[in-house]
Structure formats: structure tokens, C-alpha cells
């Protein structure tokens, strides 16, 4: 029996004007960030909390996400391309962000903003900005799908999808990899919002972190088995990179949600 198959042959670049050109990646992540900014500014009024703190703290974010996104690229999949070509470190533009490195950024900037403003602790922040973080996610792998990138395995499901634009692999139906993903982190958002919104005024610190880590991270261990690698050197490897470091943000995640000490072990004094 013939299965019918979507064709995806969509031109990464969304808009192109002379030299000037943007992919559907980068608009994405931009929209990303923009919505992400209107529902982290909500939560602060929720809490009755200063706005140009959350201006500032959203600075930061930003700036851990996409520096931490690319070092994370560069040190966990490409590092040699990169030793010998390191000009191509600054080409953000020619791909290469790792989310594993991004959520990293983030927690080292949040930590850097601690250590100046000690009005909020480390976990008050993570478990306010990571709701927002959530739905940024999906939006950064729908841009994945437009640009035909981190594509999945072969399979004869019937909504295997085939990828005309990504010339490095075979055309034949593949696993949207990225719209698993894409609604796996639609799923976790709600969730995390739901739970927020019902318990905010009585919200152990550490909590939304907690459940964050272990919704994102194990979607995300989940759903690598459908895609392929990223890079050579994870072939032949029974659990590749993305899966191996999702393992600690799980156990962090389930450590930080069933603690029952609740001394703030993160807050700068």
C-alpha cells in the first residue's frame, strides 16, 4: 500500500532583499523572545513586582541564550571545525545554536544578576523566566522545520514528511523531529503556566525549575531517538549527545521538585 507523504520544500530564507537576507530560523527566534518578554512582564505584574527589573533580567537572558547557544554548539558538536576556522565562530548566521548550551547561558547569566541584585534569588528568577523559556522553545524548533534542519530518522508512518531543501540526507520520509519537539514544549508551557497560576502564592522555590527539567529534558531524550545525529563522531554511540546531556538537567530537575529541605541553597546573601 502507497502511503501518502508530505513534501516540505520551503525556502529557509524568509525574506530576501539585495544582501540582505533572513532565515525563518532567525524570525523565529526573534518572536520567540518578543512573546517570551510579554509573558515574563505578566508574570511580574502578577507578583507585583518591579517592571524594569524584568526589562533588565530579560537583557540578560538574551544574552545567555545566544551566547551560551553558540559556545554550546561549538564545544559539544563542531569543535574542531571551529579550531581550525575560529572566524567562524562569529558566523551565527551560517547555523550552529545548541539549546543544551543556551540553558546553560541562562543559568550562568541569572546567577551573574544575582551577584548584583540580591532582591530575588537565583530559583525565584529560573522558576519565573523558565515558563516563558518554554514556549521559546517551540518556537525556535518550528524555526528548525522551516529551515528543513535536525531532521528525523526514515519511517513509513503516514506523516512522515519529506525534506527537498536539506540536500545532506536522503529524500524520503523522515520524522518532523522538530514539530514533536515544537508541541512537546507547547504541552510543558501550558503546563507550567497552569501549575504557576495555582500556586503562586504558596510556590516552593525550586518547584517550576524542578518540573521545567524534567518535562524539557526528557521530551527531549525521548524524541532524539527519532532524529538523526548531528554530527559523525555520534555514530555507532548507543545515546547520542543531546540525549547524554539531558541526563543531568533530569536528575537536577527531580532533585530540585522532591527536595524537602527548603533553605534557598542557590541564594546570594
Not at 94 to 103: I, Q, V, W
Not at 148 to 173: C, H, M, Q, R
Request: hydrophobic share 50%.
Amino acid at each position: 500500500m502507497t502511503l501518502l507523504h508530505f513534501v516540505w520544500s520551503i525556502d529557509p530564507e524568509a525574506i530576501s532583499i539585495g544582501i540582505y537576507k533572513a532565515r525563518w530560523y532567525g524570525l523565529l527566534f526573534g518572536v520567540a523572545f518578543m512573546i517570551g518578554y510579554y509573558i515574563y512582564i505578566a508574570i511580574y505584574k502578577k507578583e507585583k513586582a518591579n517592571i524594569k527589573e524584568a526589562d533588565t533580567i530579560f537583557i540578560y537572558t538574551a544574552i545567555g541564550a545566544i551566547v551560551g547557544a553558540r559556545l554550546g554548539h561549538i564545544l559539544f558538536y563542531d569543535l574542531q571545525l571551529y579550531l581550525d576556522n575560529p572566524i567562524e565562530m562569529l558566523y551565527i548566521w551560517h547555523g550552529g545554536l545548541a539549546s543544551h548550551g543556551g540553558a546553560i547561558g541562562i543559568l550562568v547569566m541569572m546567577y551573574i544578576y544575582t551577584l548584583k541584585d540580591k532582591s530575588k534569588t537565583f530559583l525565584w528568577l529560573l522558576d519565573r523566566l523558565l515558563i516563558p523559556v518554554a514556549l521559546g522553545c517551540m518556537f525556535i524548533r518550528f524555526g528548525n522545520f522551516f529551515n528543513s534542519e535536525i531532521i528525523g530518522k526514515p519511517t513509513d508512518l503516514p506523516w512522515g514528511i519529506i525534506f527537498l531543501k536539506n540536500l545532506a540526507y536522503t529524500p524520503v520520509p523522515r520524522h518532523p523531529s522538530q514539530l514533536y519537539e515544537a508541541l512537546s514544549y507547547l504541552l510543558i508551557f501550558i503546563f507550567l503556566w497552569k501549575y504557576y497560576t495555582l500556586n503562586f502564592n504558596k510556590l516552593k522555590e525550586g518547584a517550576i525549575t524542578g518540573l521545567f527539567f524534567i518535562l524539557m529534558f526528557s521530551a527531549r531524550f525521548i524524541i532524539e531517538f527519532t532524529k538523526e545525529n548531528q554530527s559523525d563522531f555520534e555514530n555507532g554511540m548507543s545515546l547520542n549527545m543531546g540525549q547524554l546531556l539531558s541526563i543531568l538537567p533530569i536528575i537536577i530537575g527531580f532533585w530540585l521538585f522532591f527536595r524537602k529541605d527548603n533553605k534557598q541553597p542557590f541564594k546570594t546573601k
